[in-house]
């Protein structure tokens, strides 16, 4: 059996194969995204909006309900002056709001471009999930969470040693997950170490070691150090400028809405703007969930600090380094 890789630089590199394996499931995400949203809004518009849908594609709609009454006549019409539109499953629906009120109306709708930005936020997600629970030689996001416990294992390496010592990688796991509350607080001291971030650590590898159902159940607890000491801190600056261009974006179509330049029969445009911003705030609401508080005054002494560093504790582990590697 091939040894499992514990250089935080073999686990930087992503594979092909890891990256296509994400990709498929990226793909899969959007197929069933889009599947059930169409039967969703179809269902919706039909049993709480008292309407009724038309998504068979090749069939011809008038623009307006009351022209849907002479649909044959206006066929007849060429192309130029006639007042219908071909019905598409997937670009152009045909939906009656309200039917028998007096407030019937007919909206155009493009489903592919309404629902795009909400489909592919759900399959990054989907496709997340199903990369983190499979094997790290398949799993794009579970080798991201195996780099993540490795560079904080080497870490608390600087931290004792100075270096990155693999050998000890097996045994500061196991003190780790085997600690309770007062010993991280030890470790915290001695290893310098945050407590948070020793216990993100212990959950990721109690996560790591479990079996595929505790994996399923606790999945918040691999994704939580890749996001908190890696994803977080490299894009949330980012995100934040994409909720800022998404907010002007939309304030852009409402503006274009409220002075008619897009028809209320034409809603499309708007749904596509109200995605955007939504999709946006979800993803900046998940990094400011799982990034590392606010930094806050160390509670600890200097000299609290200082003990770990001095020259009996030193020796110690310089005679454990000499012991492991003569074994």
């Known amino acids: 059996m091939k040894k499992e890789s514990t250089n935080y630089f073999d686990l930087a590199r992503t594979s092909l194969l890891q990256k296509l394996t994400f990709l498929i499931f990226l793909f899969i995400g959007v197929f069933l995204a889009f ?6 809004i179809q269902f919706f518009v039909e049993q709480n909006l008292n309407g009724r849908v038309y998504n068979k594609t090749g069939e011809y709609r008038a623009l307006s309900i009351d022209d849907d009454k002479s649909i044959e006549k206006l066929k007849t ?8 539109r071909e019905v598409s499953y997937f670009y152009s629906w045909a939906i009656d709001l309200y039917l028998d009120t007096p407030a019937e109306s007919r909206i155009w709708f493009q489903p592919i471009f309404s629902l795009s930005i909400i489909s ?3 399959s990054l997600f989907f496709a997340t999930i199903v990369t983190t629970l499979l094997p790290i030689k398949y799993g794009y996001i579970r080798q991201k969470i195996e780099r993540e416990i490795i560079n904080s294992i080497d870490k608390i390496h600087w931290a004792i040693f100075g270096a990155h010592i693999e050998i000890e990688d097996k045994e500061i796991s196991e003190k780790i997950l085997r ?5 991280i607080y030890g470790y915290s001291t001695e290893w310098g170490v945050k ?3 020793l216990q993100v650590l212990r959950n990721a590898l109690n996560w790591k070691y479990s079996n595929i159902f505790y994996k399923m159940m606790h999945i918040i607890s691999g ?11 490299k894009y949330s600056n980012t995100i934040l400028g994409f909720v800022y261009i998404g907010a002007a974006f939309l304030i852009i179509i409402i503006g274009l809405r409220g002075l008619k330049f897009i028809p209320a029969s034409e809603p499309s445009l ?9 999709s946006i705030l979800i993803t900046y609401a998940s990094t400011l969930m799982f990034s590392k508080p606010e930094e806050q005054e160390d509670t600890l002494s200097q000299d609290a600090k200082n003990v770990s560093y001095k020259y009996d504790k030193k020796m110690e582990n310089l005679i454990r380094i000499f012991l492991t590697w003569k074994k």
């Open 77 to 84: 019409i060429p192309n130029g002056m006639r007042k219908i």
């Open 179 to 183: 600690a309770d509350l007062r010993e």
């Open 223 to 233: 994704l939580k150090i890749y996001m908190r000491n890696h994803f977080t801190e």
């Open 195 to 197: 407590v948070d971030d």
């Open 35 to 40: 599947t059930i949203s169409f039967n969703l």
């Open 120 to 122: 592919i936020l759900l």
């Open 270 to 278: 708007v749904f596509f703007a109200l995605g955007l911003e939504f």
